[in-house]
């Protein structure tokens, strides 16, 4: 299925009226405000964030897994659905691949056809944390950290392979999440794992491309849950830092243990110069990969306040993207709804009285600066978002767009209701 213009025009019409007098409104006080509300709307518009390729089907947890109806079962598949989120959204025009499970038949082909629907080809991941089919060596006991050097090979070589993959389609970088840790005391020599993980991806960032980035990804525990070897932003800082400039951490919302202070994290991590990704999600105990801004909206506005701080200072714009998993909800929905979640935390942090709360600060002035960050906070933005949509012609509300196009009831009459995606 694809969503033209004019479908989205259509849905959009009964509700132009009501949005144009909302918006209306809420630009009168933005400006009266001293805010410059056409800065805002052209910063939103420019604003892209990735869909992983896994969060396109149902996710599943280690319980059990409930298919729904129209998954996507091939590649092409993935991209027509990034494609029906992008026209209802206007914001999600790439997507970010996890390879083997997206290992295009003909790379040509897939590129052309992801440029044919306007999608590009976000960092490309790769996976050590499980075993292929006819595989030499076992990742069992760790992959760029292990203890044998065939094991690390063979990681090095697949994580070789994914870089190649994704240059044949386009993409600039390689985001590296690694399950290597130890489940019990004693099980690792934590400084042997540490230098061989420093060793592996050295060798890794010497082979990419000159144009290419790589993206470290930290979490403190689980699959194993005594030590991670890349627990925390400080090893992968360290660990971006000894593979040279083009390497950087990247933050994902869930990998952190609970009430870490993320956006210190933020902060810290892009005025040293090595913030170069995130990953998106919202999470009650651990990585637990829910819709964004569901359960902490207002640490997601915090964290966007650091970044807009960051890149109005000129800092360079890290890569953005959703990693969630879709028990519940229809994958499609929920990825809509975390959209919504991360552009009106932007638009909060956009229409924040930056210069105010600096003088506050300047002045230790606690009650006014928690003033200033609340007023920007309480603003409804909504008929801003709905106002980025309109000119991109997206929709006013995508959500129920996506309803009132049926889009799941024609996916599953086009796809079937059994298929399957790739992924975990
Ligand atoms: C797992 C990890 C991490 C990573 C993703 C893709 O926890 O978030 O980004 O897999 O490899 O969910
Ligand atoms: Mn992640
Ligand atoms: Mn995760």
Known sequence: MRIDKEHVHSTNEKYLQRHRSSFQELAERLEYSGI??????????????????WALGAGGTRFGRFSFGGEPATL????????????????????????????????SATAAYAASLGIEFDAVNSNTFQDQLGQNHSYKFGSLCHTEKAVRDLAIEHT?????TGDALGSKSITIWLADGASFPGQMNFRRA????????????????????????????????YATVINDWGTSYHLAQSCGERAFTLVDLGHHLPNTNIEQIVATLAGLGKLGGFHFNDSKYG????????VKPYQLYLIFCELIEWMKTGGEEPAWMIDASHNLK????????????????????????????????LQNDPAMCQEILKDAYE?????LLREVRLRSGAALDPITAYRELQ?????IRERGSTTRATGL
């Not at 410059?36 to 390729?53: C, H, K, L, T, Y």
């Not at 993935?78 to 790379?107: G, M, Q, R, Y």
């Not at 991806?201 to 689980?222: A, C, F, G, H, S």
Request: proline share 6%.
């Open 160 to 164: 070789l392979e994914v870089v190649r």
């Open 330 to 361: 229809d994958p499609l929905e929920d990825l809509i709804q975390s959209l919504e979640a991360i552009q009106t935390a932007l638009a909060k942090a956009l229409i924040l009285d930056t210069a105010t709360l600096d003088k506050k600060q």
């Open 194 to 225: 540490l230098d061989h993980t420093r060793d592996s991806l050295q060798r890794i960032y010497r082979e990419m491309p000159e144009d290419w980035k790589m993206l470290i990804e930290y979490k403190p525990y689980e699959p194993n849950f």
């Open 76 to 107: 092409h598949q993935k991209l027509d659905d990034v494609a029906i989120i992008d026209a209802l959204t206007s914001c999600a025009s790439a997507i970010s691949l996890h390879i083997p499970w997206d290992i295009p038949e003909d790379a």
């Open 379 to 383: 603003t409804d933005v909504r008929p």
């Open 407 to 411: 889009v799941r009831h024609h996916l």
């Open 36 to 53: 410059d509300v056409e800065g805002v709307i052209s910063e939103m518009a420019s604003f892209r964030v990735a869909i992983p390729s």
């Open 287 to 294: 990585d637990d990969d829910l819709t964004v801004g569901s």
